[in-house]
């Protein structure tokens, strides 16, 4: 009995299955890898000096209370509407622009608040502008 015939057959390898797995394999990878977030916002945050600045004589003081009140220079202003604002800021220093504005916000101060006084001393053409602060522990 002869049970080998005379020619033998290559073995066939399916590498149908074997792509599919792969591409599986790939597909997992690319889902379940971290990477990394180009879209956070990196920022670098100034630091502030240790050194007192020398004190100038004439300058405008713009005060705002915990409430979002604004004094320029402990005077009260009617209202916290921008236009109101910039009518008090000319009527205490007229045209002289160029006069120092120390911006004092407390410190649980309404944002909005800070950036519409900084919008009204930006608006009239202000450009010396200090935000004040404490040290911690004052």
Known sequence: MKLRSGFED?????????????????????????FDRAAML??????????????????????INEEGRYFINNLEVVNVRVDTLKD???????????????LRADARTPHQSVVTAMDAIG?????????ATTRPGE
């Open 88 to 102: 008090a800021l000319v009527k205490q220093v007229g045209q002289k622009r160029d006069m120092p504005v120390v």
């Open 123 to 131: 608006q009239l053409g202000f450009t010396n502008l200090s935000i």
């Open 42 to 63: 990196k920022v670098e945050l100034p630091e502030a000096s240790d050194t007192a600045t020398e004190a100038v004589a004439e300058r405008l003081e713009l005060i």
């Open 10 to 34: 290559d073995p066939e390898l399916n590498l149908t299955s074997l792509i599919d797995v792969v591409f599986l394999l790939l597909i997992f990878f690319m889902v379940t890898t971290t």
